[in-house]
């Protein structure tokens, strides 16, 4: 079954680097997301990266995926305040609409 | 072009009543999907209509139950409603060919009391 894990907190200074992290129990997903939730606000699909890649930028995000263990990270480089919010990591199987979420890691950046 | 949009935005309701909240896909989505989030549990997905139909269900009991009009519009009702129904109800368009990428509305607050 899907089982997606990720750490809680993270801190970072304005301009710094962040690198969130999430684990997940089924090789058989197909697409991997990282969706930013804003207080009061609803999900917001950062990007996504297919099983059979290791690796996409997207301008100052980059996800690396490491299938043989099954880990997924984000790195957001130059941190700003307005990138202060709660990353979920999400998966979903061939074939499948439905999205398995991590409990999510809030990142607080420090001006 | 509009986002998914939700409503309503916020909602109090009392143990035993039933609630019925609406998600209007991004025009020409046809696929909706609805999601439950508490602190305790995340993120937790209900199910999927695409073309009028229930095409996937999560683990929730029967009084959860949706449904999605000609124009995609979707609706979801919670029946007897209990203090544990508490949380924000998201609704998520896509254009419903599987496994495109999934855009969210803002979401309705529901307070069970």
């Known amino acids: 079954g899907e089982d997606v894990e990720q750490s809680l907190f993270l801190s970072v200074r304005e301009g710094d680097s962040s690198v969130i992290n999430c684990t997940y129990t089924d090789s058989s997903s197909t697409y991997l997301y990282w969706y930013k939730q804003e207080p009061g606000a609803g999900l917001q699909l950062l990007t996504y990266?297919?099983?059979?890649?290791d690796m996409k930028q997207d301008q100052r995000l980059t996800v690396l995926l490491n299938k043989k263990d099954k880990h997924l990270s984000l790195r957001i480089a130059d941190t700003q305040t307005g990138d202060s919010a709660i990353y979920f990591c999400?998966?979903?199987?061939?074939?499948?609409?439905?999205?398995?979420f991590g409990k999510g890691n809030q990142v607080v950046v420090i001006p | 072009k509009a986002g998914v949009t939700q409503t309503p935005r916020y909602l109090i309701k009392t143990r035993g009543q039933q609630v019925t909240l609406s998600c209007s896909p991004i025009s020409g989505h046809r696929s909706v999907s609805w999601y439950q989030q508490t602190p305790g549990q995340g993120l937790q997905f209900l199910f999927e209509y695409f073309s009028e139909t229930q095409r996937n269900k999560g683990n929730f009991p029967g009084r959860f139950s949706g449904r999605q009009f000609s124009n995609s519009r979707s609706e979801m009702n919670v029946s007897t409603l209990e203090l544990g129904d508490s949380a924000l109800y998201l609704c998520?368009?896509?254009?419903?060919?599987?496994?495109?990428?999934?855009?969210f509305g803002q979401g309705t607050r529901l307070t069970v009391v």
């Open positions: 999400a998966e979903s199987m061939e074939g499948n609409n439905r999205l398995a």
């Open positions: 990266i297919f099983s059979n890649m």
């Open positions: 998520a368009s896509s254009l419903g060919g599987l496994n495109t990428e999934a855009f």
